[in-house]
């Protein structure tokens, strides 16, 4: 069958909605996906049908949630190519990040030793690498970019060869920019060189089908609520030796062998990073969202969304005033823009009176933000649910306000 946007809206009940009396136009899949059919229906059925906590129970529903749990594990595993024991149920990539940050560092990181970070990162890949760097006194070092919002390869590549690195942590794609970084190549790079490599897949997860073993990475990280699952639950990819090497990330139940007053033996992975009642919803309404990808074609998803780019991409370029940010030949449907005189959230304001919803701001990305020379971008953001029909009627709003604004 060939790609019908149309039927997969139908799987997408929000879209329907309308926005400040116009229809929905939403723009803003890098911030959040929306949610088919099968993922609300997963989690209707396990509030009804399943729930109970999982892993203590002798009862029939305990055990019926059990299974659940572990085959959403298994879903995802063997959606990533991976292992269920390097599948680790988070919060989100936030989560992830975080736990890889602070549980490898103790285990692997002695004082001096430098972590190299991009100047695309999220955040959620700063902050956390800076916490750790201060605790165990570590370096952090920054890959540049270039001007059209590519990696500077050569620069990565020096810093990779210095002796202190021990560790680089980047992002698969840019989720102000767009743009796709060449982590099969990055990686093996490093890993000629003994440095651990941790992606953040938060974007790339949502639009491109992984294969985690090819990749080689050694730590992944994302959320469930970007590719089309629920909030509040992500995932960690870890290599098993790796994990097994780690020390837990907190303490509680479900995370231990033997627990005495005299002192405590821990589960292997992936029980001794799940302290405590799992988000078993989620990680099950996480595995219906991946089953439904696994029913598409996500090579035409992929290429549906490339069209979308590419128009709104050339139509928007034509607006006098307006700037794209990141202009990589390889991205995905991300497109940052200004336009001179116009304060982003004014042109948000007035797109969402058009009915058209777009996020504005620093995007978790202040010093990526510095390094543009500005202190915030518009961004629309498209997924595979997006129409021609949307992306038309962005480029018509935004030069409707730009008119208004300028
Ligand atoms: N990394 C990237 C590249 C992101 O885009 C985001 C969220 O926007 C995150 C990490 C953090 O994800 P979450 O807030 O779901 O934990």
Redesign the pocket.
Known sequence: MTFNVDRIRQDFPILSKSNRGKPLAYLDN??SSQKPNCVIACLAKYYKEQNSNVHRGVYALAEEAEIEYQQARQTIADWLHVSTEEIIFV?????A?NLTAHCFSQSKLKSGDAIILTQME?H??IVPWQMVAKEKNLKIKVAPIMNDGTLDLECLSKLLREEDTKLLSL?H???SLGTINPVEQIIKEAHDRNITVVV?G??SIPHTRLDLKKMDCDFF?F?G??VFGPMGI?VLYGKKELLQAMPPYQGGGDMIDQVSFEGTTFAPSPQRFEAGTPNVAGAIGLASAIDYLSNQNMLELAQHEDSLLQFAQTELQKIKGLKIHGNAAKKVAVISFSIEGVHPHDLATLLDSEGIAIRTGH??CQPLMESLGVTSTARASFAFYNTMEEAERLVDAVQKSASILC
């Open positions: 890098a911030a919060r989100g990539a936030t989560e990040l999220h959620a890949n992002c794609i840019s989720n953040d938060a974007q990280a959320s609520h970007k992500g995007h978790c």
